[in-house]
């Protein structure tokens, strides 16, 4: 049973998973060169869902000269509608706002606190390129946002969680900076029995962050500015070195695996909770994550029940509102 900040007892019910939440920058952190934690807080946050881990939110921008549209975050009726998507689709095109897809980094509903951790998109000008990134940089406490975020009155609210190790107690994690916060997210949600292998690239070696877990972690940063070697190179050479790691989860069996055209199509494959003692989450750029598909499943032979991958985003092009 959950209960709210003034004690009183948060019901479940099978309303949407998601819902709009208006919020204000509470404050900004500069974390290294290419990230900063932005602490969002408002009064409804308190019943914001804390499933955590690597579930998706969406953050919706303001405009300037239009600030925040109407997307259902002030309306009962239209939040238990779940239509907030419906609603953002019929605005005009001036009106409507630009949103990113992130992960939630932390939550703190007695606080009425939630915490993201964003990669600061840069061009080779050095200024920030897209709308959230040119957001973040003019960002200060008080600017408002719009959280599209889990309902812990919601029986569904573990929606938008793709990490689903079943029980496996050993674990690969893998991915470049747009995966990092969730990646970090996981393996502090780790438990003591479980060990862990995780590889991130990032730009730069000041990108690196300290993290905590009670799982055996071993993390690798790929920085790009040291010139070593890249994610896809440095899993490979992982499975060719650490075979007995993976072994349980070797199948003989014909594998048929969808080819996607990464240009054109969303490269998305969580599969649901199984049993089995390994289990590998991939995610970043989708052609990477792509070849990295093909070379555990297709060419090692992992079993690919027990491998998720995402396709966070594409190079060259930027978040699809479909």
Not at 226 to 238: F, N
Request: hydrophobic share 40%; proline share 7%; net charge negative.
């Amino acid at each position: 049973m959950l209960t709210l900040v003034d004690d009183t007892v948060l019901v479940r019910d099978d309303r949407p998973a998601y819902r709009p939440y208006r919020a204000t920058v509470r404050r900004i952190e500069e974390l290294s060169p290419a990230f900063r934690r932005v602490t969002f807080t408002g009064d409804d946050l308190e019943g914001f869902g804390t499933d955590a881990l690597d579930q998706r939110v969406k953050i919706i921008f303001p405009l300037p000269g239009v600030g925040l549209s109407e997307v259902g975050a002030d309306d009962e009726q239209l939040r238990l509608q779940g239509s907030w998507y419906e609603l953002w689709r019929a605005l005009p095109e001036e009106a409507r706002n630009p949103f990113r897809t992130y992960t939630v980094r932390r939550v703190d509903p007695a606080a009425r606190e939630v915490d993201v951790d964003f990669y600061v998109h840069t061009g080779a000008s050095g200024r920030p390129e897209g709308p959230a990134s040119e957001w973040l940089w003019a960002a200060s406490a008080g600017d408002e946002v719009i959280l599209v975020g889990p309902d812990a009155r919601s029986i569904h609210s573990h929606v938008g969680i793709d990490w689903r190790p079943g029980d496996a107690t050993r674990v690969l994690l893998a991915g470049d900076e747009t995966a990092a916060p969730a990646i970090c997210a996981i393996l502090e949600s780790l438990p003591a029995h479980v060990t862990a292998h995780a590889f991130i690239e990032v730009p730069s070696a000041r990108d690196a962050q300290p993290l905590v877990s009670a799982a055996d972690t071993r993390v690798s940063w790929l920085a790009r500015d040291a010139g070593g070697p890249d994610l896809e190179s440095t899993v490979r050479e992982w499975t060719r070195e650490h075979p007995e790691y993976f072994a349980a989860a070797l199948t003989s069996k014909p594998q048929l695996i969808a080819e996607i055209d990464v240009d054109t199509e969303t490269l998305w494959d969580s599969p649901e909770d199984s049993p089995g003692e390994f289990y590998a989450w991939l995610a970043g750029e989708s052609a990477v994550i792509k070849t990295l598909r093909r070379h555990l499943v297709t060419e090692t032979g992992i079993d690919r029940g027990r491998v998720a991958f995402m396709g966070y985003w594409r190079l060259g092009k930027s978040e699809a509102f479909e």
